[in-house]
């Protein structure tokens, strides 16, 4: 039984930072893959960042690259995302995923079996 639970989402203004955690609990192999994803208020799903413990890779949506760091704390079992330099289009709720499903695209919602139930993060102008 996996279980993700996201902390971390707040309500800051165009420019702060804010760290969302995932606390992972579960069996360890299916931490090897893990992931970020947001839905806006009046969109669809979409990656933000991803992170490969086997190559130790990660990757990132383009709209948050260079803003957004994804990592994992193999002692606490918790996997991170530190937000800086936020901007209003950032606001969506925030979803932790985690075990390997194999897709192509490694920040793909088909890549990940296993989902939160999300943080809510509000960025004002």
């Known amino acids: 039984q996996v279980q993700l639970v996201e902390t971390g989402g707040d309500s800051v203004q165009t420019g702060g930072s804010l760290r969302l955690s995932c606390a992972f609990s579960?069996?360890?192999?299916?931490?090897?893959?893990m992931g970020w994803f947001r839905r806006p208020p009046a969109g669809e799903r979409e990656g933000v960042a991803a992170?490969?413990?086997?190559?130790?890779?990660?990757y990132y949506a383009d709209s948050v690259k260079g803003r957004f760091a994804i990592s994992f704390d193999q002692v606490k079992t918790t996997l991170y995302l530190q937000m800086d330099k936020l901007k209003p289009e950032d606001t969506a709720m925030y979803y932790c995923?985690?075990?390997?499903?194999?897709?192509?695209?490694?920040?793909?919602?088909?890549?990940?079996?296993?989902w939160g139930q999300g943080t809510q993060v509000t960025v004002s102008k």
């Open positions: 995923a985690a075990g390997c499903r194999g897709s192509r695209d490694p920040i793909s919602d088909q890549a990940f079996a296993y």
């Open positions: 579960g069996a360890v192999h299916h931490t090897y893959c």
């Open positions: 992170f490969y413990r086997g190559g130790n890779s990660t």
